[in-house]
């Protein structure tokens, strides 16, 4: 790898080697492979995007969240994922409601036909998601979980676009 010296910003960044972008390229495209799959079983068997799920998913499995809780989980823009949470509203998968202990927030919910779509799509988002899986050994999965772990802490550690200072357009000439 090579070493990017002192605070080198995204304008001076070092070109990536030869392994460097091998192993970009190679993740980059296993990923847009298994997102792929992923959204077509999902939209084919529940009606569903990936966001969709994960949002379902979460609520599943953690119960009743704010929307920011929501938002902290999943890498989506809070406008965006409001969006979401009304479509799923609408379809009855979900409910929202004012929290009672802070009037800023908003409480979600996934209800039993949220509940239910899950069960009818989870077998087959395994059978997707064991594409990714199955050529790894025990000792594979421990290693990837660790580097992706190490990378997605590294990455969310970043601070967001929308912190960035917006580049002003000159004035215009008088």
Not at 7 to 19: F, G, N, T, Y
């Amino acid at each position: 790898m090579t070493d990017p010296g002192p605070a080198a910003s995204a304008d001076d960044a070092p070109a990536l080697d030869a392994d460097e972008l091998d192993t970009y390229f190679a993740l980059m495209e296993a990923v847009s492979l298994l997102q792929h799959r992923l959204e077509q079983q999902l939209r084919t068997e529940g009606g569903i995007s990936y966001v969709q799920f994960q949002l379902l998913a979460r609520l599943n499995a953690r119960g009743e969240l704010t929307m920011t809780d929501l938002a902290d989980g999943v890498v989506y823009s809070r406008s965006g994922l409001t969006y979401q949470a009304g479509l799923l509203e609408k379809a009855g998968l979900i409910t929202r409601a004012p929290c009672p202990h802070d009037e800023r927030a908003t409480l979600v919910s996934i209800t039993d036909d949220g509940r239910a779509l899950l069960d009818r799509v989870f077998p087959g988002h395994v059978e997707v998601t064991r594409l990714l899986l199955d050529p790894l050994t025990g000792q594979d999965l421990d290693q990837l979980r660790d580097i992706m772990t190490r990378v997605r802490d590294h990455m969310r550690a970043q601070p967001p676009r929308s912190a960035a200072p917006r580049k002003r357009r000159p004035a215009p000439a008088s």
